[in-house]
């Protein structure tokens, strides 16, 4: 049988996307310059391939399937257990990226000394620090028992071999961009390198049962780089947000097939390494100014958890020709479109203006229930009069003005009343269905467009 001939293809070094020839700016995510040109076997894109120890499947029945709770294992981190849906799966393939030096090789190494501790075998393969790099940063951490190994390889190929045989628990791979298979002619971190070194760790964990967790460097734009199947591959993606010169870290789980997505974990980083913040609602509203126009307090539900975190706005008189829009935080686009419904429906002249908004605590969201407390924190700073202290606003605001009713209205109630909140501004359509016993403990504002919203103000 004729050998089938490798043939080339230009890849998106930030986005994964592939095409036949060579173009300037990327269909994908519209970068330019940064198709790649790699030479593609057949035989390594899955056609025809089979991994030897992948046994033959059998057709059966929807109703034969037994129905049994996954095989979870407590990470020792309860704030890690949240984000993954209540502890490490076995056989698992997690995927944890973000920028560098905020923390992800600390996270994972504190990880293994609990399962270590715990009696578990543990296989930390590094392609990036020697083993006296991680020594160091495990005796800073401390309390590590046996049952850690370590191995400095950058061959994906070798490095499961030497799984296989050592047969562990969990494994940490740091990372997946420098590992590299030798069926790939390609450079190491390639669109084609990455595929193929995820391939094969899904198998090794599938097959062995082994729970993987992979760490994946960042573009610019702060995604795992590589190709988009990457994060279509792994069953659960985390992401570390916030700078790494800031106390705070949060990890957010932005894909997971074993619990609900958009869950987050709050850390501080000390010199013990990340330690589990159990109430970010209080860390997030701490040093808030208590009589300052422009500040007001907002919940957003990250997942299942109730979020309390201050929205500050900035409006002052321009001295250029174009005023000036800044954000932290929030969505420029969504600020501009909240702006731009306060100068039509109420009447306010922010075209001579420039407005800062920014989300205090290095937290970025993007839930529409916040929509309201923008629209009161430029309204407060743009009539320089300050919000009650212990009022709090959510809803989401229409183009017309309208505001709309949003979810978990009642668990977002609890989280400000445990805060000491007396008053809620919130849509007028929650507020007709909300429960005496909630209604009796902080007073509830209800509101159906922004005149009103302005008027209660």
Known sequence: MAKAKAKTVFFCKECGYETPKWMGQCPGCHQWNTMTEEKINPVSRGVGKRGNNLPHQQLTGLFEVSMEEEDRSSSGIPELDRVLGGGIV????????????????????????????????????????????????????GGFKENVFLLCETDINAAAEA??????????????????????????????????????????????????????????????????TLEHMV???????????????????VKNRFGSTNEIGVFEMKEQGLVEVENPS?????????????????CSMEGTRPLLIEIQALVSPTSFNMPRRTTVGIDFNRVNLLLAVLEK??????????????????????????????ICAVVSSYRNLPVHEGTLIFGEVGLTGEVR???????RLAEAVKMGFTRCIMPKTNAEVLSNNICKKIQVIGVSNVREVIQVL
Request: with cysteine; hydrophobic share 40%; aromatic share 4%.
């Open 282 to 298: 209080k860390v997030m509203l701490d040093g808030r100014p208590t009589d300052a126009s422009g500040s007001v307090v907002v």
């Open 90 to 141: 076995k056989g698992s393939l997690t995927l944890v990226g973000g920028d560098p030096g905020i923390g992800k090789s600390t996270l994972l190494l504190q990880i293994c000394r609990y399962q270590a501790n715990s009696g578990k075998k543990v296989v930390y393969v590094s392609g990036e620090e020697s083993l006296k790099q991680i020594k160091m940063r495990a005796q800073r951490l």
């Open 345 to 374: 429906k109420a009447g306010m002249q922010l075209g001579g203006c420039d407005a800062y908004v920014n989300l205090a605590g290095g937290m970025k969201l993007g839930e529409p229930a916040i929509d309201l407390g923008i």
């Open 235 to 253: 069953d659960t993606v985390l992401y570390f947000e916030g700078d790494q010169t800031a106390i705070y870290r949060i990890l957010r789980g």
């Open 163 to 228: 799984v296989r045989e050592a047969k562990p628990d969990m494994v940490v791979v740091d990372s997946v961009q420098t590992m590299y298979s030798e069926e790939i002619t390609s450079a190491a971190g390639s669109v084609s390198q990455v595929r193929e070194v995820t391939s094969v760790l899904m198998q090794l964990a599938k097959v062995e049962g082994i729970a993987v967790f992979l760490v994946g460097h960042v573009t610019k734009e702060g995604v795992v780089a590589g190709p988009k």
């Open 405 to 411: 009713g949003v979810s978990h209205v009642e668990q």
